[in-house]
Nanobody, 111 residues
């Protein structure tokens, strides 16, 4: 069965950085696309960044130039590097692979 485990969230000051990790198992990760999503309280879950099996990436306008999605197929792991974080980036961040979801990791941006 597919299992996705996110990590790397935490509390960071505005302007700071975090790197989220999504460790995948039970799936041929190299053949799958992966997305990072986030959900803030009272809001719908939204797509933040997406990477295909071939490495094509796409980003939400709100994070372009600040976030970077990548993957290491040898480690069955995906990443989301988040720089220049803003309070409005505060949310639970989830990875999705083949329509499966991880449990999420909380990111809080606050001074």
């Amino acid at each position: 069965q597919v299992q996705l485990v996110e990590s790397g969230g935490g509390l960071v000051q505005p302007g700071g950085s975090l790197r989220l990790t999504c460790a995948a198992s039970g799936i041929i990760f190299s053949s799958a696309s992966m997305g990072w999503y986030r959900q803030a309280p009272g809001n719908q879950r939204e797509l933040v960044a997406f990477i295909t099996s071939g490495g094509f990436t796409n980003y939400a306008n709100s994070v372009k130039g600040r976030f970077s999605i990548s993957r290491d197929n040898a480690k069955n792991t995906g990443y989301l590097q988040m720089n220049s974080l803003k309070p409005e980036d505060t949310a639970v961040y989830y990875c999705q692979v083949n329509l499966q979801w991880g449990q999420g990791t909380q990111v809080t941006v606050s001074s």
